[in-house]
């Protein structure tokens, strides 16, 4: 019923804060070693994909232009693994410009659509408008200063990560107080 649903969902939220602690606190306190962490992976990832479609093209017996091109792109992929194996901070000051022009994007369709609530005569119209120019503006500092936001950036995704725990147990203890029947 719904006191198992409570449980179930409690446990979650344990078990979730937990977690989120602790790669919070790793976030926060070693983002050096987080940084390299997924770059190493996304190396192994592309080494991986790359070696693949090499061995693909190896096992097709008729040689096509779509395997030729699975060729192509298992060297590109296996070269830049092999890039980013030898050199990880480049390839991890580049996360932070993509992340940056995804959030340019982001915050335009934000804008759009709080222009959207004011047309539909929407009285908080503005939150979408504030929330737009935040995100825009934090869009540009990751686009034109990945070199620093790499290294705060983990820092602030640990902080966030902390804070979502402290809510789940907040929200826990909500529950608790609740006289569910």
């Known amino acids: 019923g719904c006191d198992d649903m409570v449980s179930k969902l409690k446990n979650t939220l344990v078990v979730t804060s937990v977690l989120y602690s602790i790669f919070g606190i790793f976030m926060l306190f070693f983002p050096e070693v987080v940084s390299d962490f997924i770059c190493y992976l996304v190396s192994v990832m592309f080494m991986f994909f790359g070696i693949a479609a ?6 097709s017996e008729v040689k096509t232009p779509y395997t030729s091109t699975i060729l192509v792109l298992g060297i ?12 990880p901070r480049n390839f991890a000051s580049l996360i932070p410009l993509v992340i940056g022009i995804f959030m340019i994007a982001d915050s335009i369709s934000k804008l759009s659509a709080a222009l959207d609530l004011r047309k539909g005569g929407y009285i908080n119209w503005w939150h979408m408008l504030i929330v737009s120019f935040i995100v825009l503006v934090s869009g540009l500092i990751l686009a034109f200063n990945p070199f620093e936001a790499v290294t705060a950036g983990i820092m602030v995704i640990g902080s966030i990560l902390i804070v979502d725990a402290i809510s789940n147990i907040f929200t826990i203890y909500s529950y608790s107080k609740l006289d569910i029947k």
Do not use: E, K, T
């Not at 090499?54 to 096992?59: G, N, T």
């Not at 590109?76 to 050199?87: A, D, E, Q």
């Open 54 to 59: 090499v061995l693909m093209y190896i096992r």
């Open 76 to 87: 590109i992929l296996g070269s830049l693994g092999i890039y980013i194996l030898m050199n």
